[in-house]
């Protein structure tokens, strides 16, 4: 995410995306979803990252007691990949992502090793092939927070 309240344009990549995006700065969206998010997690507006250091590069699964991952993540957009998205409306969303060509560079990925401590770049965001739209991905694909 970016932030509780989003950010205002058009441009999907015009800020970092992260897994910890700290507390609301709206009081009213503290006081109503806060409130209600704090039902459940202490941690609002930070999701785990504890599946990242489930496996390796590879793909072998880590064993338990040797498992590494970052206490948060950022996601730093490629500006020349992304470039043809801009401030103003142009058109649909979809049509912009589904316009993004296949092997193009989407992010770079940054770890944060601790609590105000050290972040290192871990990884790039790439894609294999062509963005498409699907009704499996509009009915089927859900992501755990």
């Known amino acids: ?43 609002i507006g930070h999701t785990s990252n504890f599946l990242a ?11 338990w007691g040797t498992r590494v991952w970052p206490f948060s993540m950022r996601y730093e957009p490629v500006a020349e990949t992304v470039s043809h998205f801009t401030e103003e409306y142009t ?9 993004i060509p296949a092997n193009s560079h989407l992010f770079n990925v940054y770890g944060l090793d601790a609590p105000g401590g050290t972040e290192y770049l871990i990884g790039e965001l790439w894609t294999d092939s062509e963005m498409v739209t699907s009704l499996w991905g509009d009915e089927t694909l859900f992501f755990r927070h």
């Open 91 to 99: 058109g649909p969303l979809l049509d912009k992502l589904t316009a």
């Open 1 to 43: 995410m970016v932030s509780f309240e989003g950010f205002s344009g058009f441009n999907f990549f015009q800020e970092d995306f992260s897994s910890s995006i700290g507390d609301f700065t709206d009081p009213w969206l503290s006081a109503t979803i806060g409130a209600r998010l704090a039902q459940r997690t202490r941690h």
């Open 53 to 63: 250091g489930q496996y390796t590069q590879d793909g072998n699964k880590v064993k």
